[in-house]
Nanobody, 120 residues
Framework: QVQLVETGGGLVQAGGSLRLSCVVS????????MGWFRQAPGKAREFVAG????????YNADSVKGRFTISRDNAKNTVYLQMNSLKPEDTAVYYC?????????????WGKGTLVTVSS
């Protein structure tokens, strides 16, 4: 079974930056498309960014395009989310998951996530 462990969240002021990490174990990471999702208080979980198994293909939701960058290190079984110019509306619990071809989460379970709080 694939295991997902997200870290790197915290409290940051608007305009600041954070880098989230997701370590994946239990399956060959280099063959997996990976994505970041987030869930704000009282809202449904939403897709944020995705990266293919080979790295060069990326997709970012319009709300974060130009501010967030997804990347991966296959040697470390880790996918990252660099978040710059953070806004209060980015406040959410951030999760990673394996991606299907349509950028939906492939696994029917989630890690604990990492909380990002952006103060105004």
């Amino acid at each position: 079974q694939v295991q997902l462990v997200e870290t790197g969240g915290g409290l940051v002021q608007a305009g600041g930056s954070l880098r989230l990490s997701c370590v994946v174990s239990g399956r060959s990471f280099s063959t997996l498309g990976m994505g970041w999702f987030r869930q704000a208080p009282g809202k449904a979980r939403e897709f944020v960014a995705g990266i293919s198994w080979s790295g060069p293909s990326k997709y970012n939701a319009d709300s974060v395009k130009g501010r967030f960058t997804i990347s991966r290190d296959n040697a470390k079984n880790t996918v990252y989310l660099q978040m710059n110019s953070l806004k209060p509306e980015d406040t959410a619990v951030y999760y990673c998951n394996v991606l299907r071809g349509d950028y939906a989460p492939k696994l029917d379970y989630w890690g604990k996530g990492t909380l990002v709080t952006v103060s105004s």
